[in-house]
């Protein structure tokens, strides 16, 4: 620049510097914010995996009198004591009356980790888009 330029460049380009930094700052803290977001998203996939580890663990300790098979659907109760232990046996099966409390049933998958039976469903099951045939 000359110190011939007219002053009112000098202020246009600090204008256009300030404009460039404004803009440079909203785009950062936009890009910054979606990395949190993700962040976030990440460290819940993380909690999730890690309580059904836990549970899938606890699941494989319980007591069991025969030999779980991948694909096999079996029923978890609780005894007197507080143990957890597997059945081949529903609920249905003991006429509605088993002899401990029911816990849930659970299908053993071929990579050793458990479903519950009931989440099996949910998934299985789509729903009905609303208006069709069958829901009238």
């Known amino acids: 620049m000359s110190r ?11 204008e256009e510097i300030a ?7 909203a785009m950062v803290g936009a890009e910054l914010e979606t990395i949190a977001r993700q962040i976030r998203g990440l460290q819940e996939q993380a ?4 309580e059904r580890a836990q549970r899938d ?5 319980a007591q ?15 005894n007197a004591a507080g143990e957890p232990y597997f059945s081949l046996l529903s609920p249905a099966d003991w006429r509605g009356a088993p002899p401990h409390r029911f ?9 050793m980790r458990w479903t519950a039976v009931s ?7 789509p729903s009905l888009p609303r208006g069709s045939q069958e829901e009238r």
């Open 4 to 14: 011939l330029s007219a002053p009112h460049e000098l202020v246009s380009m600090a």
């Open 19 to 25: 404009a460039a930094d404004a803009m440079l700052s």
């Open 47 to 50: 909690a999730h995996a890690l």
């Open 57 to 61: 663990a606890l699941l494989h300790r």
């Open 64 to 78: 069991c009198r025969f030999r779980k098979q991948p694909g096999g659907v079996y029923h978890l109760y609780r």
């Open 103 to 111: 816990e849930g049933s659970y299908k053993l998958g071929v990579d």
């Open 119 to 125: 989440e099996a469903e949910e998934v299985a099951v």
